[in-house]
């Protein structure tokens, strides 16, 4: 009788401790943020957009920013195409800045032309130095403001 109930009482802890493992794994797996989801409503990462022409994507409010960085010999080209809904419509009369944050720290804005031939805003950016470079591209659509932060490595 005496070991009967010194089992009972093993089987009952060792299925509470089961129990409370089971509960911990699942409360702290659930809490796990992921990136995506940790960006602010108002400007998020595109994960149902795919880049149409290779570069990032951010979705902003109804606009469509994709940044593509293209490293030449005099510096980098920032291309961004900014669209509007579901059809990527390109947006030709937006005032376009970029903020470049160099690998040293120092920043420069730019101004971001419209090229109507390609459809996008572009400027070549004359940092050579090695390393990360991080954009925040602002782009005022006729009052409307749609951000992006980027990055791109030289």
Do not use: W
């Not at 960006?39 to 469509?64: D, I, L, M």
């Amino acid at each position: 009788m005496k070991s009967l109930k010194i089992s009972l009482l093993l089987v009952g802890t060792l299925g509470l401790l089961l129990l409370g493992a089971c509960q911990k794994t699942s409360t702290s797996s659930s809490s796990t943020i992921s990136p995506t989801t940790s960006v602010s409503p108002a400007t998020k990462t595109a994960s149902s957009s795919q880049p149409q022409k290779g570069g990032q994507v951010v979705e902003s409010g109804a606009y469509h920013l994709e940044f593509v960085p293209e490293p030449g010999e005099e510096g980098t080209h920032l291309d961004l195409y900014l669209q509007k809904g579901d059809n990527h419509e390109a947006i030709p009369n937006a005032k376009v800045t970029a903020q470049v944050q160099l690998p040293d720290g120092t920043q420069k804005t730019l101004n971001l032309p419209y090229d109507a031939e390609g459809k996008h805003y572009a400027a070549l950016f004359p940092g050579k130095a090695s390393g990360q470079y991080q954009v925040k591209i602002t782009a005022d659509i006729q009052g409307e403001k749609a951000d992006g932060r980027f990055n791109f490595t030289r």
